[in-house]
């Protein structure tokens, strides 16, 4: 599990439970009429709708420092979305009120918050770019990206390795075309997955590509 986050300002720990959510468990359903809200301390959570056809669409990946059900406190309509882990997650668990209270009371924690939503709407902004700009290979480099870390030899990784699968759902796209193109960037020496983790040891390549596909599409 991803390394646990200190509590924002002097939100106190000991007045709010913890629960725990293994991997692949359902933290929050349209339905749930709790009123909850959950800080993330450890793990990620994956936000998305239901399609018709019964088939999920990812809006966003929150870690931790991210609040699950945050929207409804404020009292607006939340759109019918689902909240799953998608890796082992450790939440701190608020009720309305007392989200509410720490908002009016604790100034770093409101400060918090609000940096928690501006962080949130940059990526859901720069997503929203992505999506409606570029195509599917150039989304999967960007995917890529966003989602490494740097190693102790500066290179940008991927661990643990994400399925094609996965990568494929996070860019709206299949399967089979996101093996397509993994195994290009292989062939390429763009990226390494000989190790269990997906290494870029073509980071320039990546980056030059996505800043053609924004350039040349913001031209027309």
């Known amino acids: 599990m991803a390394m646990s986050i200190p509590l924002p300002g002097p939100l106190p720990s000991g007045r709010f439970p913890r629960r725990q959510f293994a991997k692949g468990a359902l933290i929050k359903q349209p339905e749930d009429r709790t009123g909850n809200i959950y800080l993330i301390e450890a793990g990620k959570v994956v936000a998305f709708f239901l399609g018709p056809q019964g088939h999920d669409v990812p809006i966003l990946e929150l870690g931790a420092g991210d609040f699950v059900g945050d929207l409804s406190a404020f009292g607006s309509d939340e759109p019918a979305t689902y909240f799953q882990a998608i890796e082992d997650t450790l939440v701190l668990v608020l009720n309305q009120g007392q989200f509410l209270e720490a908002l009016r009371n604790l100034p770093d924690f409101a400060e918090f918050v609000a940096k928690t939503l501006c962080r949130r709407l ?99």
């Open 122 to 220: 940059r990526t859901m902004k720069q997503l929203y770019i992505e999506n409606r700009l570029l195509p599917m290979k150039t989304r999967l480099y960007a995917e890529l990206i966003r989602h490494s870390v740097r190693d102790g030899r500066g290179r940008l990784c991927i661990s643990p390795m994400p399925t094609h699968a996965e990568l494929a759902r996070r860019i709206a796209s299949q399967r089979e075309t996101v093996t397509k193109q993994m195994s290009q960037l292989a062939k390429m020496g763009v990226i390494d997955s000989s190790r269990g983790l997906i290494a870029i040891t073509d980071e320039a390549y990546l980056r030059s590509e996505i800043r053609k596909a924004l350039g040349f599409i913001g031209g027309q």
